[in-house]
T-cell receptor, first 115, second 114 residues
Framework: DAKTTQPPSMDCAEGRAANLPCNHS???????VYWYRQIHSQGPQYIIH???NNETNEMASLIITEDRKSSTLILPHATLRDTAVYYC????????????????FGTGTRLTIIP | NAGVTQTPKFQVLKTGQSMTLQCAQD?????MYWYRQDPGMGLRLIYY???????DKGEVPNGYNVSRLNKREFSLRLESAAPSQTSVYFC?????????????FGDGTRLSIL
């Protein structure tokens, strides 16, 4: 799986859009980009994933550059409850029932929402 | 919606004691996973079960055993606990092991080995 690089920390004002970058310059053509977050003392929470097209769901938007070497997670109207560590992960789709689905979490970006 | 439920939430053991961590999911998922998370590190996969009746080793399986009791439940056992196993343990599930299905996590078991 490709390695990702994220800034260690970011701040964002409450109510503003939070834009979290991720660099994955060694991503291969069929690797997907996933975003998870971990709020203090809770388990990781799935946010969104995509391959090459931009994706949006009720939680966030994912913008992937045309060359797929980087992506941005956008939380459109950040609230205090969005304070968490955000993880960007790239991985291959598993093509058999016998693959080792290793979800590799790096150190992520600690996002702090400022009141 | 309960999702993935782990018990207990906290546990303190003495070196050499045994313990089983329980995990259950109510999403009818086929695949289940056990991870550990140590301070300053990401999650590391201990064991996984692609489907009911199968289990396989992950990245750090030594010192652990697992049982996929049925489709809902996946337990992790420490036969002889060691201080190095002090960690936060997360259980996760996904609809299928293949494809691009995301994993959904429980809130963890915080385990301290004295």
């Amino acid at each position: 799986d490709a390695k990702t690089t994220q800034p260690p920390s970011m701040d964002c004002a409450e109510g503003r859009a939070a834009n979290l970058p991720c660099n994955h310059s060694t991503i291969s053509g069929n690797e997907y980009v996933y975003w998870y977050r971990q709020i203090h003392s809770q388990g990781p929470q799935y946010i969104i994933h995509g391959l090459k097209n931009n994706e949006t769901n009720e939680m966030a938007s994912l913008i992937i550059t045309e060359d797929r070497k980087s992506s941005t997670l956008i939380l459109p109207h950040a609230t205090l409850r969005d304070t968490a560590v955000y993880y960007c992960i790239v991985r291959l789709p598993i093509i058999s029932n016998f693959g080792n689905e290793k979800l590799t979490f790096g150190t992520g970006t600690r996002l702090t929402i400022i009141p | 919606n309960a999702g993935v439920t782990q018990t207990p939430k906290f546990q303190v053991l003495k070196t050499g004691q045994s313990m089983t961590l329980q995990c259950a999911q109510d999403m009818n998922h086929n695949s289940m996973y056990w991870y550990r998370q140590d301070p300053g590190m990401g999650l590391r996969l201990i064991y996984y079960s692609a489907s009911e009746g199968t289990t396989d080793k992950g990245e750090v399986p030594n010192g652990y055993n697992v049982s996929r009791l049925n489709k809902r439940e996946f337990s992790l056992r420490l036969e002889s606990a060691a201080p190095s196993q002090t960690s936060v343990y997360f259980c996760a599930s996904s609809a299928r092991p293949e494809g691009v299905e995301p994993q959904h996590f429980g809130d963890g078991t915080r385990l301290s080995i004295l």
